[in-house]
């Protein structure tokens, strides 16, 4: 695996859940970067789902000009393999075969990697709610109070004069209290 080649992907055109409509956004998204730094693209384009997030992927690439790009996904329990253009044709590949396992650690390792990715945000949007509960905390401020101590666990044990070198004083006191109510300020 090629950890500097990974990217994350926050989705902004899809209101809602959409799988096929994020599969377009995040590939468009991706190829269009590549053709824009005149980058190779890959001799695979392995998509994690089933025939209809295959075609939502080639339909990204096609929008771009993209043709000819071998194109396959794996769809989940079944481990079967559709590749664009034979998808009549689904590959089923041996429980026991090597290629097998290698697709299947490709789409582990992307599984992975996106839901570190997810609970990542998650936990920082809990943080952030948390402190917004404190009467004149806004977003502003407890991102700035975050991004400089680092993290909740960190700022339960600071002072208020510790606190107040990053926002105001009464700020501050409101954050200090707050915590101290929680229990966790030393």
């Known amino acids: 695996m090629k950890k500097s080649n990974y990217r994350k ?3 902004r055109t899809v209101p809602q859940n ?14 269009r970067r590549l053709q824009e730094e005149k980058r190779a693209l890959p001799d695979l384009v392995l998509i994690d789902g089933g025939v209809g997030q295959l075609h939502a992927a080639a339909a990204a690439l096609e929008e771009l ?6 194109l396959a996904s794996i769809a989940k329990r079944e481990e079967i393999l ?3 253009g034979r998808e009549n044709e689904p590959v089923v590949l041996d429980h026991h ?3 097998l396992h290698l697709v299947q650690q ?5 599984h992975r990697f996106a839901v570190t990715f997810h609970r990542t945000r998650r936990a920082k949007r809990e943080v952030t709610t948390e402190l917004l509960e404190i009467p004149g905390i806004g977003d502003k401020t407890a991102r700035k109070l975050l991004s400089h101590f680092g993290s909740l666990a960190k700022l339960r044990h600071l002072s208020v004069d510790e606190l107040g070198q990053v926002v105001k004083p009464a700020q501050a006191r409101r954050v200090f209290e ?3 109510s929680l229990g966790g300020n030393d």
């Open 65 to 70: 000009g993209v043709i000819n790009q071998p």
């Open 106 to 110: 490709i789409r582990d390792e992307a």
């Open 82 to 84: 559709f590749v664009f």
């Open 9 to 11: 992907f926050i989705i």
């Open 18 to 31: 959409d799988d096929f409509a994020s599969m377009k956004e995040v590939l468009g998204r991706r190829y």
């Open 97 to 99: 075969s090597p290629a």
């Open 178 to 180: 707050h915590l101290a």
